[in-house]
């Protein structure tokens, strides 16, 4: 979604409705994710404790490996300079040749997937985020200035794609390091959805692991629409702005111990959840991220599942995980490292 204006509003706004009319929060996205963390138990369970390095895990079955590489060569000074001189880095050759070819066979993937949408929908009762799309693109079909079309079904789908797996997946990746590092935390697992009281405790763990992680330091490139006054500086129109979420989520003035690994963060001194106005690993404003409660979700059912059927060494002990990003630049990347999963 990196369009601006009208076209960027309404597929935001359908974006955001159809999300939510597929239970962000709710019932049926919930199924998806429990079958999701089945396969993923299925396939730690095939381990039989053998140590293994977690990297392809969790990304889906379905997500193709290249999304990964897409998310590495954004880190990467190539992938900095392509941030920055695009239409330079577009005409030599190198390794971001390489990265749009691997977005054009995400591309071609999306375009499969549609099609098969295309042979079997039910316009009465869509199946997913696709099925949505297409109802709408067949009821303004005759909508000139529509922008319900087919090339903005297919970036939609490659935006929420790109934006959403690797974010989701290298999270997780993090998640699972941490938990190694500090294993007491694993104590803390919840028994069952119900258990109450391990709630606040597992939210906390959650919002500390995406602030620590930092995933996104420099945000995404915003810039000012038009000339702004902030602060007494003017920031004149077309002005490239980095709204850094780093220095927010290292702020000394809003963490107790911001360079360090602490769920107390998100807690209060009776041990209930609270909330940060500095936690901006999502962002905010109109841009912010569109996947937020999904992300969260997904990260809370996949951990806690997991954490239900397992407990997490690693060979080396919590002494040999290295915590620190491989890249530190667009997005930090956790290091590669060994887990042993033991079934409870
Ligand atoms: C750990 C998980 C995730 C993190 C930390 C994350 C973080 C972010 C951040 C920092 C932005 C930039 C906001 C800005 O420009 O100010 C963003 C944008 C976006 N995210 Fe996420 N995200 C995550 C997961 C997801 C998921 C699961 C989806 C899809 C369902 C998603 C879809 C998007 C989209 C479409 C945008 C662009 C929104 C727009 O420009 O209107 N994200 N995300």
Redesign the pocket.
């Known amino acids: ?2 369009h601006n204006g009208e076209c ?1 509003r309404h597929l ?1 706004r359908f ?1 955001l409705t159809t ?1 939510r009319d597929f239970g962000m929060g709710r019932k049926r996205m919930e199924e998806w994710i429990q079958e999701e963390s089945q396969h993923l138990i299925d396939s730690l369970d095939s381990t039989k404790t053998v140590p293994f390095d977690p990297h392809p895990f969790p990304s889906r079955t379905v997500s193709p490996s290249c999304s990964a590489t897409v998310l590495r060569f954004g880190s990467s000074p190539c992938g900095q300079l392509y941030n920055i001189f695009p239409w330079l880095m577009e005409r030599l050759p190198g390794r971001q040749q390489v990265v749009f070819g691997q977005v054009d066979e995400l591309r071609g993937f999306v375009m499969k997937k549609i099609h098969e949408h295309q042979e079997t929908i039910d316009p009465g009762n869509p199946r997913d985020f696709i099925d949505c799309f297409l109802t709408r693109l067949n009821q303004e079909k005759d909508v000139s200035s529509s922008e319900f079309h087919y090339e903005n079904l297919v970036s939609t789908v490659l ?2 794609f790109l ?2 797996t690797e ?2 997946s ?2 997780l990746r993090y998640a699972f390091m941490l938990l190694l590092k500090y294993p007491d935390i694993q104590e803390h697992r919840v028994p069952q959805m119900e258990d109450r009281k391990s709630l606040p405790f597992t939210e906390a763990v959650i919002h500390e692991v ?1 602030r620590f992680l930092d ?2 330091p420099l ?2 490139p ?1 810039y000012a629409t038009k000339n702004i006054s902030f602060r007494g500086y003017t920031i004149p129109q077309g002005t490239v702005i980095l ?1 850094m ?1 780093h220095s927010v989520l290292r702020d000394q003035d809003h963490w107790a111990t911001p360079t360090t690994f602490n769920p107390n963060h998100f807690l209060d001194q009776n041990g209930n959840f609270q909330r940060k106005p500095a936690f901006l ?5 109109k ?6 409660s ?2 969260r979700m ?2 809370f059912l996949f951990l806690v599942s997991l954490l239900q059927h397992f407990s997490f060494s690693c060979p080396g002990g919590p002494d040999s995980i290295d915590l620190s990003p491989e890249f530190s630049s667009f997005t930090n990347v956790p290091r590669h490292y060994q887990l042993i999963a033991t079934p409870r």
């Open positions: 979604m990196g960027w935001r974006t999300l935006d929420l934006a959403g974010t989701t290298t999270t995406h995933i996104v945000n995404l915003h709204p979420l690993g999502f962002s905010a404003g841009r912010a991220c569109v996947g937020e999904l992300a997904e990260i």
